[in-house]
T-cell receptor, first 115, second 114 residues
Protein backbone atom coordinates (compact mmCIF):
# COMPACT_ATOMS: atom_id res chain seq x y z
CA UNK A 1 0.00 0.00 0.00
CA UNK A 2 0.87 3.66 -0.21
CA UNK A 3 3.45 4.84 2.30
CA UNK A 4 4.01 8.33 3.63
CA UNK A 5 7.03 9.15 5.75
CA UNK A 6 7.81 12.09 8.00
CA UNK A 7 11.12 13.35 9.21
CA UNK A 8 12.03 13.88 11.93
CA UNK A 9 9.78 11.73 14.11
CA UNK A 10 10.49 14.02 17.03
CA UNK A 11 12.37 17.25 17.56
CA UNK A 12 13.20 19.51 20.48
CA UNK A 13 14.11 23.09 19.75
CA UNK A 14 14.66 26.31 21.64
CA UNK A 15 12.17 29.14 21.60
CA UNK A 16 12.82 31.53 18.72
CA UNK A 17 14.37 29.00 16.37
CA UNK A 18 12.81 27.51 13.23
CA UNK A 19 12.09 23.85 12.59
CA UNK A 20 11.48 22.11 9.27
CA UNK A 21 9.40 18.94 9.01
CA UNK A 22 9.43 16.85 5.84
CA UNK A 23 6.60 14.76 4.44
CA UNK A 24 7.31 12.32 1.63
CA UNK A 25 5.11 10.00 -0.40
CA UNK A 26 7.39 7.03 -0.98
CA UNK A 27 5.67 5.02 -3.69
CA UNK A 28 3.25 7.37 -5.37
CA UNK A 29 3.07 10.92 -6.61
CA UNK A 30 0.93 13.26 -4.60
CA UNK A 31 -0.20 16.52 -6.11
CA UNK A 32 -1.94 17.36 -2.86
CA UNK A 33 -0.70 16.91 0.68
CA UNK A 34 -2.25 18.04 3.94
CA UNK A 35 -0.79 19.21 7.24
CA UNK A 36 -2.59 18.57 10.50
CA UNK A 37 -1.92 19.52 14.07
CA UNK A 38 -3.05 17.39 16.98
CA UNK A 39 -3.14 18.42 20.62
CA UNK A 40 -3.12 15.76 23.35
CA UNK A 41 -6.33 13.78 23.52
CA UNK A 42 -7.86 15.77 20.68
CA UNK A 43 -8.71 15.21 17.07
CA UNK A 44 -6.70 16.29 14.06
CA UNK A 45 -7.00 19.91 13.07
CA UNK A 46 -6.33 20.67 9.41
CA UNK A 47 -3.78 23.46 9.12
CA UNK A 48 -3.31 23.73 5.39
CA UNK A 49 -3.59 22.06 2.02
CA UNK A 50 -0.36 21.86 0.08
CA UNK A 51 -0.53 21.75 -3.71
CA UNK A 52 2.51 20.92 -5.80
CA UNK A 53 3.84 23.93 -7.61
CA UNK A 54 1.47 26.43 -6.07
CA UNK A 55 0.85 28.24 -2.81
CA UNK A 56 -0.64 26.37 0.09
CA UNK A 57 -4.21 27.01 1.18
CA UNK A 58 -4.38 27.74 4.89
CA UNK A 59 -7.35 27.12 7.16
CA UNK A 60 -8.89 30.01 9.00
CA UNK A 61 -6.87 31.02 12.03
CA UNK A 62 -3.60 29.45 10.90
CA UNK A 63 -0.78 31.97 10.53
CA UNK A 64 0.74 31.72 7.06
CA UNK A 65 3.94 33.48 8.04
CA UNK A 66 4.48 31.22 11.00
CA UNK A 67 3.77 27.89 9.35
CA UNK A 68 5.51 27.98 5.99
CA UNK A 69 4.57 25.21 3.59
CA UNK A 70 6.47 24.29 0.45
CA UNK A 71 5.44 21.55 -1.99
CA UNK A 72 8.32 21.64 -4.41
CA UNK A 73 7.90 18.18 -5.91
CA UNK A 74 5.26 15.50 -6.34
CA UNK A 75 6.71 13.50 -3.46
CA UNK A 76 7.80 16.12 -0.94
CA UNK A 77 6.08 18.76 1.14
CA UNK A 78 7.73 20.63 3.99
CA UNK A 79 6.33 22.49 6.97
CA UNK A 80 8.57 25.06 8.61
CA UNK A 81 7.59 26.40 12.00
CA UNK A 82 9.26 29.79 12.16
CA UNK A 83 10.26 31.49 15.39
CA UNK A 84 8.87 28.62 17.38
CA UNK A 85 7.35 29.20 20.81
CA UNK A 86 6.29 26.73 23.52
CA UNK A 87 2.67 27.01 22.42
CA UNK A 88 3.70 25.56 19.05
CA UNK A 89 4.59 22.31 20.78
CA UNK A 90 2.32 19.69 19.32
CA UNK A 91 2.06 16.55 17.21
CA UNK A 92 2.17 17.40 13.50
CA UNK A 93 0.83 14.87 10.99
CA UNK A 94 0.93 15.07 7.22
CA UNK A 95 -1.06 13.14 4.66
CA UNK A 96 -0.87 12.67 0.92
CA UNK A 97 -3.89 12.32 -1.32
CA UNK A 98 -4.23 9.15 -3.34
CA UNK A 99 -4.02 9.83 -7.09
CA UNK A 100 -7.57 8.49 -7.42
CA UNK A 101 -8.66 11.59 -5.60
CA UNK A 102 -10.39 10.86 -2.32
CA UNK A 103 -8.32 8.77 0.05
CA UNK A 104 -5.48 10.16 2.14
CA UNK A 105 -2.47 8.27 3.43
CA UNK A 106 -1.05 9.51 6.70
CA UNK A 107 2.48 9.89 7.88
CA UNK A 108 3.61 8.67 11.32
CA UNK A 109 3.67 12.18 12.77
CA UNK A 110 6.31 14.49 14.21
CA UNK A 111 6.38 15.41 17.88
CA UNK A 112 7.62 19.00 18.27
CA UNK A 113 8.65 20.28 21.68
CA UNK A 114 9.70 23.90 22.02
CA UNK A 115 11.59 24.75 25.21
CA UNK B 1 -21.03 21.10 4.35
CA UNK B 2 -19.84 17.90 5.93
CA UNK B 3 -19.49 17.04 9.60
CA UNK B 4 -18.97 14.01 11.78
CA UNK B 5 -20.20 13.32 15.31
CA UNK B 6 -18.73 10.55 17.39
CA UNK B 7 -20.89 9.67 20.35
CA UNK B 8 -18.83 8.87 23.42
CA UNK B 9 -15.33 10.19 23.86
CA UNK B 10 -14.40 7.06 25.82
CA UNK B 11 -15.69 3.53 25.51
CA UNK B 12 -14.58 0.68 27.77
CA UNK B 13 -15.35 -2.97 27.09
CA UNK B 14 -14.16 -6.27 28.46
CA UNK B 15 -11.81 -8.45 26.47
CA UNK B 16 -13.92 -10.71 24.26
CA UNK B 17 -16.94 -8.41 24.34
CA UNK B 18 -18.57 -6.64 21.43
CA UNK B 19 -17.05 -3.32 20.40
CA UNK B 20 -19.43 -0.64 19.12
CA UNK B 21 -18.16 2.83 18.31
CA UNK B 22 -20.78 5.26 17.06
CA UNK B 23 -20.46 7.73 14.22
CA UNK B 24 -23.08 9.94 12.62
CA UNK B 25 -22.37 12.12 9.65
CA UNK B 26 -23.88 15.13 7.97
CA UNK B 27 -23.29 15.66 4.27
CA UNK B 28 -25.09 17.59 1.57
CA UNK B 29 -23.71 15.25 -1.08
CA UNK B 30 -23.07 11.48 -1.08
CA UNK B 31 -20.11 10.90 1.21
CA UNK B 32 -17.06 8.77 1.42
CA UNK B 33 -16.68 7.60 5.02
CA UNK B 34 -13.65 6.31 6.87
CA UNK B 35 -12.61 4.86 10.18
CA UNK B 36 -9.03 5.37 11.31
CA UNK B 37 -7.17 4.02 14.33
CA UNK B 38 -4.37 5.84 16.12
CA UNK B 39 -2.02 4.28 18.63
CA UNK B 40 -0.12 6.54 21.04
CA UNK B 41 2.41 8.81 19.35
CA UNK B 42 1.69 7.36 15.94
CA UNK B 43 -0.04 8.48 12.78
CA UNK B 44 -3.41 7.28 11.54
CA UNK B 45 -4.02 3.85 10.10
CA UNK B 46 -7.02 3.24 7.86
CA UNK B 47 -9.33 0.56 9.26
CA UNK B 48 -11.95 0.65 6.55
CA UNK B 49 -13.72 2.91 4.08
CA UNK B 50 -17.15 3.28 2.48
CA UNK B 51 -17.12 4.42 -1.13
CA UNK B 52 -20.74 3.90 -2.25
CA UNK B 53 -20.35 0.21 -3.04
CA UNK B 54 -21.44 -2.34 -0.42
CA UNK B 55 -23.09 -0.81 2.64
CA UNK B 56 -21.42 -3.34 4.97
CA UNK B 57 -17.72 -2.73 4.87
CA UNK B 58 -15.14 -5.10 6.29
CA UNK B 59 -11.80 -3.77 7.39
CA UNK B 60 -8.60 -4.88 9.00
CA UNK B 61 -8.22 -6.49 12.42
CA UNK B 62 -11.77 -7.90 12.36
CA UNK B 63 -13.54 -4.54 12.29
CA UNK B 64 -16.52 -3.76 10.14
CA UNK B 65 -18.92 -0.86 9.68
CA UNK B 66 -22.34 -0.47 8.13
CA UNK B 67 -23.42 2.58 6.16
CA UNK B 68 -27.03 3.44 6.96
CA UNK B 69 -28.22 6.34 4.89
CA UNK B 70 -31.60 6.55 6.63
CA UNK B 71 -29.86 6.97 9.98
CA UNK B 72 -26.86 8.92 8.61
CA UNK B 73 -24.70 6.53 10.57
CA UNK B 74 -21.49 4.60 10.05
CA UNK B 75 -20.94 2.73 13.31
CA UNK B 76 -17.83 0.63 13.80
CA UNK B 77 -18.11 -2.85 15.30
CA UNK B 78 -15.98 -5.82 16.21
CA UNK B 79 -17.51 -9.02 17.60
CA UNK B 80 -14.80 -9.77 20.13
CA UNK B 81 -12.45 -7.18 21.60
CA UNK B 82 -8.77 -7.87 22.01
CA UNK B 83 -6.36 -6.08 24.31
CA UNK B 84 -4.47 -4.83 21.26
CA UNK B 85 -7.58 -2.92 20.12
CA UNK B 86 -7.04 -0.30 22.82
CA UNK B 87 -6.44 2.92 20.87
CA UNK B 88 -8.07 6.12 19.63
CA UNK B 89 -10.55 5.76 16.82
CA UNK B 90 -11.58 8.50 14.41
CA UNK B 91 -14.51 8.57 12.04
CA UNK B 92 -14.09 10.84 9.00
CA UNK B 93 -16.04 12.04 5.97
CA UNK B 94 -15.21 13.59 2.64
CA UNK B 95 -17.65 14.53 -0.11
CA UNK B 96 -18.10 12.04 -2.93
CA UNK B 97 -18.49 14.61 -5.61
CA UNK B 98 -15.07 16.13 -5.48
CA UNK B 99 -11.66 15.48 -4.06
CA UNK B 100 -11.58 17.58 -0.95
CA UNK B 101 -10.35 17.69 2.57
CA UNK B 102 -11.32 15.02 5.07
CA UNK B 103 -13.36 16.09 8.08
CA UNK B 104 -12.58 14.20 11.27
CA UNK B 105 -14.75 13.45 14.25
CA UNK B 106 -13.54 14.22 17.74
CA UNK B 107 -12.38 10.67 18.34
CA UNK B 108 -13.30 7.85 20.70
CA UNK B 109 -10.80 6.29 23.04
CA UNK B 110 -11.34 2.56 23.34
CA UNK B 111 -10.15 0.83 26.50
CA UNK B 112 -10.17 -2.92 26.95
CA UNK B 113 -10.63 -4.44 30.40
CA UNK B 114 -8.91 -7.79 31.09
Amino acid sequence: GAVVSQHPSWVICKSGTSVKIECRSLDFQATTMFWYRQFPKQSLMLMATSNEGSKATYEQGVEKDKFLINHASLTLSTLTVTSAHPEDSSFYICSARDPSGYEQYFGPGTRLTVT
Amino acid sequence: AQSVTQLGSHVSVSEGALVLLRCNYSSSVPPYLFWYVQYPNQGLQLLLKYTSAATLVKGINGFEAEFKKSETSFHLTKPSAHMSDAAEYFCAVTPYSSASKIIFGSGTRLSIRP
